[in-house]
């Protein structure tokens, strides 16, 4: 647990400039099985301290991996030279942004330390369970990951704080081959926030999640390939949260708008259809926790969720302070960095469509021909909104039922013209919050959505 050597140093802050002062550990764990064999166990941390320091429209920043009080004292002063040698050469003449008033935020600890033994004889009894109950398959990995967040802020305008970030997954891959003797796979990610005793006390737990994902490979063995075309299809949460993180979420950061995103001229304009609201959530979501909760960013902005698009219509962007100012809207903690030596970016902290009023049921039901489309691996988007994501599971849709399942697949669009496609809205939704964000520096991340019917682009074999 860090240890509060920061809030002594405020006397050290620049009158007329804004500071940020930043104490940093990032802990990582991660063991993989491959086919019973150990292939990976590994245990680390990076931690250290930042400053950075805004004048007239520019930033000073500076960094160190120590945690003492003359790095401290050393970062803070390099970033006040930066700053003002910056503003000296540059010359940008900006009004500091808007005051936020002082408070304290601080996350009881939830970090859990832990042998790596613990990890490994736990992912070895889920792979003798998968060994003994499914000697046909060509292979298997099981991977334990650990990762977490804790920093200490202070700042001269906003809130101080102490926050941590874990979470922890179990990934299960199961590889076999089709009937023509084409190589197939699929995974899953069981797991979410918090340290291993919040997640994993018994392996058995984790058996019928398994079971599910080899009757899924043993329905894809004998797959079929969709056909390509302009299809009706039913996206799945997992897909819907890939939407709205990769194809909506990285065009309306207000950095990326700033750069001529498709966002830039559609504020306040229809981007969907009337049932699509779409949220960048802080901590509580539908009344629950959300996946990863943000309760204070790293430039001192206590967490508020975003309301991306409201009934169809875009209300908003995801902000920074400065930016927020900018655009005469309110910052709403965005800004996070992903290491100590990392300068505060604007990120998606939980960002998902809400659930609407259909039975997923009724929505097979309604298809009679087309695609329900389960699960991606993969993804990619631009700037304009057009977007690629890979379907690893699927199944064709005949006079309303589910049919065949489908191989390997790609689905494409441009987000804006594609949510305004959407007729049916299910009435649950599904987080995902294993993986990484990668604009710029890694940032974790939660996305999820309900299931969706709407019109895309089919890539076909």
């Known amino acids: 647990m860090l240890h509060d050597l920061i809030s002594s140093k405020k006397n050290l802050f620049n009158d007329g400039m804004h500071t940020e002062l930043r104490a940093q550990v990032n802990r990582n764990r991660r063991v993989i099985l491959l086919a019973g064999n150990l292939l990976t166990n590994t245990r680390s941390e990076t931690s250290g301290i930042s400053a950075r320091v805004y004048k007239n429209g520019v930033y000073g920043f500076s960094s160190m991996a120590e945690y003492n009080d003359r790095a401290i004292e050393l970062v ?4 006040n030279d930066n700053a003002l040698f910056m503003d000296k050469h540059v010359n940008k003449g900006k009004s500091m942004f808007g005051a936020i008033p002082y408070g304290n935020c601080k996350m009881d600890s939830i970090i859990k330390e832990n042998e790596q033994k613990i990890y490994i004889e ?100 004998e797959g079929i390939y969709a056909d390509a075309g302009y299809k009706t299809v039913i996206l799945g949460s997992d897909l819907a949260g890939m939407l709205a993180h ?32 779409l949220v960048d959530f802080a901590h509580t979501a539908l009344g629950e926790r959300a ?16 309301v991306i698009i409201k009934d169809g219509i875009l209300t908003e962007y995801m902000n920074s302070r400065e ?17 100590f030596s990392d300068e505060p970016l604007i990120r998606m902290r939980n960002t998902a469509i809400l659930p609407g009023k259909d039975r997923l049921e009724d929505i097979i039901a309604s298809v009679d021909d087309g695609y329900y489309f389960v699960s991606t691996g993969n993804g990619q988007a631009d700037t304009t909104g057009e977007f690629m994501f890979g379907v690893d599971m699927g199944y064709e849709i005949k006079n309303g039922k589910l049919g065949r399942a489908i191989l390997n697949t790609t689905i494409s669009g441009v987000a804006f013209e594609m949510l305004k496609t959407v007729d049916m809205v299910s009435d649950t939704m599904v987080w995902s919050s294993s993986g990484f964000c990668g604009k710029k520096q890694p940032m974790p991340t939660g996305m999820g959505g309900p299931a969706l019917r709407c019109k895309v682009m089919i890539g076909g074999r």
Do not use: W
């Open 122 to 221: 736990y992912i070895k009894e889920i792979d003798n369970y998968i060994v003994k109950k499914y000697p046909d398959l060509k292979s298997r990995r099981v991977l334990y990951t650990e990762d977490s967040m804790e920093k200490l802020l202070c700042t001269s305008d906003g809130y101080d704080g102490h926050t941590e970030i874990p979470r922890c997954y179990v990934y299960v891959t199961l590889n076999s081959e089709t009937v023509s003797g084409e190589p197939i796979e699929l995974f899953k990610a069981i797991g979410g926030f918090g340290s291993f005793e919040n997640n994993f006390n018994d392996p058995c737990a984790l058996f019928s999640q398994i079971d599910n994902l080899y009757e899924q490979l043993m329905q894809k063995r």
């Open 76 to 79: 803070l002063k390099a970033a």
């Open 323 to 339: 930016t927020a100012n900018h655009f005469n809207m309110k910052p709403k903690g965005n800004a996070r960095a992903y290491t």
């Open 291 to 306: 996946p990863l909760p943000v309760y204070l960013d790293d430039e001192g902005t206590p967490a508020e969720d975003a």
């Open 246 to 277: 990769e194809a909506v979420g990285h065009t309306v950061e207000a950095d990326i708008v700033l750069g001529g995103s498709v966002a830039a001229h559609n504020l306040n304009k229809r981007v969907a259809s009337d049932l699509v609201t």
